[in-house]
């Protein structure tokens, strides 16, 4: 049987490592150069607690068991989460009321641990928060982490374990045969298929068109976002969020995993036909310098390394879509993924998998007996203590020629990163936040670029930063 | 390993401090983290560098030279610890050097911190807009162009007027890069007036006063950005927007001491950001001495050598058991902009390095009881004099000011 996953962002990526434990054929294909670059790429990186999501939706079903799954994942996976916790912060007593109503709501999505903190619980905890605070709601299960690793992960170990991965491929149709795709159309091959699994983030809807499916229509809602350098990371140890409204949770001030704070976003809804458009705004970036004062005061906004905007998927229902179609039997949706979606995407992989296929659509899928669940990462040369650096430096002197000072990574590292699929400029940062730091690759860019010319034998100029066209250097100055 | 003297980077700063070390004796090391010893001069293949300290005009790369042979005439002083970065320098003076040669320890008796400066990248700007690539600082393109040997693009911008900016300009027209023109926020540029003459005038590359980039376009490669003009407060002005369609931006928008690794050790100064230093060139940590755009941003590099000779003697006499006691603050007061060092130690005269606030056409600077006229003055050129200790005898804190005549 061949299982085919559409979109290799946080979602399909989780989904198709859940399908590889079985004994079936995996695909998965991914419009972009990497996997993880869609909506997964910028968001808030937050693993939610759970209690934001209405009693009885989609997205209550999903998001705390998603959040308990990440504890396990992350060991399996070995990429980095850290539970900090968060706060919801009233500042009058209609926001009191609201952080009532979140308790409740939040005790009956089986959030563990919730409690309502007074003013000086918090600020002990958080002293840098505004002091007019009232009241918090603390969540202690919420947590941060890194998405696109997430999916980078996940997809490293479902090779392992016989994944086809199909970079730079675009489906642009699909055949049918009584009822039932039996093709998928990229517009560098076609693939035939037995089930074939939507995850394709802000373009689902247009997929399951094609596709003669039912499907929630998706627009995109724009975030945009300000990271600020490391030497303000200890800004605040947890997640500190406004108290929400209808439409968003607001804009938060965050540690980021590598140590930075991370402010933002906006929620600015947009026509479905700006899916593309992830410029940041000089109205986007003022909202969120303005608005995190209120909650922080005294952010030191000349610490800026860098601002970005990303993209969620927002239907008319506000809720996840995941189900299998009724018209075409074997096409599964999993759409709609707004906030928490990256939280949630654990148990909806499970989910999937589990309900939706065996047992909805009867799929007969016997377990392998070779599935290998553990992944490990790159390892980071600068954690290692001095002996076993010392070590590790006699076997491969790369581990340690330091690349990136900012974020101390070895040139051992990037050739790692290589090795495992990084083929642009952002393949290697997201795979080793080399770039990342407060330099931006000032003085490390020069020199990944030609790591990447040497170990991919491709000569500089036919280096991409993420996209085909998104050339970096053209031919030589001098011959 | 032990050593006297650990020199923290092999640029300009820390290769002068690292000959006047050992010319008084001192065992040292002087570790770098790039391949070759030189620093950023190993790319700015331009000349004008050396008019004061060799008087004559050499290239970066030559003048680096200069220094390197200097560095080789003393092997048994100095060694030299290429592709060697310092990870960690703790309180008790052992620092832990990462190299492909291997993970140690060293012990030190002085510290000469000479680790310069990065750009201020695009990201930090808050630009609006696209994310695409085609952004470069101008150290990144000039390492790409003049030591990689590569174009960064076809049609290019240039924003920020400093020597950098104006220098790139003509660099890149060079090397067949068409540069359709340099933005300046401020009303007049910010580098000599002959880089103006010499990079901009003789290749008709327009310079846009008070002018700033607004938004940058492209999903992929860059496609256009968006210049408008700004009012005196630096404000964009609505319908002034004039759209450059180009593929490459080259930014020259500042340099930032690099600091991050004596966080928590040494102090730092507000207005230069960099670490503060006394005239000795010692920090707020008396075994750490710092010298050149890690101080504070020079405009010259025959300063920054003179900087780094006057930190590695000090410091030098430091090891010795020289203690350098009073240190008087020197505070920046009318019209000027930013002084250094931040602080006066009397062993000797003052070298003073300032920088006003504005353009002047006359002006007296006073320390102390300490008075001279400087005439043609502008913010992008800084003002040295040296200051004789008598003039600053007595004060228990040394004001700079430049009064308008």
Known sequence: MRIAVIGAGVVGSLIARELCKYDVEVLLIEKNLDVGWGVTKANSAILHAGYDDPVGSVRSKFCSAGNSMYTELSRELDFEIKRTGSYVLAFNDEEIAVLHKLLKQGEKNNVPGLELHDRDTILSKEPRVNPEVKMGLWAPTAGITEPWMVAIAAVENALENGLKLFLNEEVVDFERQNGRIVEIVTNRAKHRVDVVINAAGLFADELAKRAGTEFVPLHPRKGEYILLDKKLGSTVSSIIFPTPTEKSKGILVLPTIDGGLLLGPTAEDLPSDRKHDLSTTSQGLEAVKGFVLKLVPGIDFSMVVKTFAGLRPESPQKDFFIRASDSVRNFVNVMAMRSPGLTAAPAIAKYVVEEILQQQLGLKLSLKSDFNPLRKGIKKYAELSVEEWQKAVKENPAAGRMVCFCNEVTEAEIIEAIRRGARTLDGVKFRTRAMFGRCQGGFCMSRILKILERQLGLDASKIVLKSPNSWIVDGKVRE | ?405
């Not at chain 2, 700063?13 to 002087?30: E, Q, S, T, W």
């Not at chain 2, 540029?189 to 003459?197: A, C, K, M």
């Open chain 2, 1 to 405: 390993m032990k050593t006297d003297v650990l020199v923290i980077g092999a640029g300009a700063a820390g290769m002068a401090a690292a000959i006047a070390a050992a010319k008084n004796g001192l065992k040292v090391i002087v570790a770098e983290r790039d391949e070759v010893t030189g620093g950023i001069l190993n790319q700015c293949i331009h000349n004008g560098f050396g008019l004061h300290y060799f008087k004559e005009e050499l290239t970066g790369p030559e003048y680096a030279e200069r220094f390197r042979e200097r560095l080789s005439e003393y092997t048994d002083a100095i060694q030299v610890l290429t592709d060697c970065h310092v990870l960690k320098l703790n309180r008790d003076k052992k620092a832990l050097l990462v190299s492909p040669r291997g993970v140690f320890e060293l012990e030190t008796k002085v510290v000469i911190y000479a680790a310069g400066a990065r750009e201020r990248p695009f990201g930090s700007l808050m630009i609006p807009g696209d994310r695409p690539s085609g952004i470069f600082t101008a150290g990144v393109a000039q390492r790409l162009m003049n030591i990689d040997n590569r174009k960064i693009g076809n049609r290019a911008l240039i924003v920020g007027s400093g020597d950098i900016g104006m220098i790139m300009a003509r660099r890149l027209t060079l090397e067949g890069t068409e540069v359709v023109g340099v933005v300046e926020r401020l009303p007049y540029p910010g580098g000599l007036l002959r880089n103006v003459i010499q990079c901009l005038k003789d290749f008709d590359i327009p310079l846009y006063l008070s002018s700033t980039v607004v938004e940058v376009r492209g999903k992929e490669r860059l496609e256009e950005v968006v210049v408008a003009n700004v009012d005196e407060h630096f404000k964009p002005i609505p319908g002034t927007e004039k759209i450059f369609k180009v593929d490459t931006l080259v930014l020259s928008v500042g340099l930032i001491p690099q600091v991050e690794m004596l966080d928590g050790l040494v102090s730092l100064d507000a207005r230069t950001r960099g670490i503060a230093c006394s005239s000795t060139g010692q920090s707020s940590c008396e075994w750490i001495f710092a010298a050149g755009n890690c101080t504070a941003i020079f405009d010259l590099v025959d300063y920054v050598t003179r900087e780094g000779e006057r930190a590695g003697e000090y410091a030098s006499r430091y090891v010795v058991g020289e203690r350098f006691t009073r240190n008087v603050p020197i505070v920046p007061g009318e019209n000027v902009m930013l002084t250094f060092p931040n602080s006066y130690s009397d062993v000797d005269d003052l070298t003073l390095y300032v920088r006003c606030r504005k353009p002047m056409e006359k002006a007296v600077l006073k320390v102390g009881s300490f008075e001279r006229v400087f005439e043609d003055l502008i913010p992008s050129e800084m003002i040295v004099v040296r200051v004789p200790k008598q003039k600053l005898m007595g004060l228990d804190r040394i004001e700079v000011t430049l009064a308008e005549v």
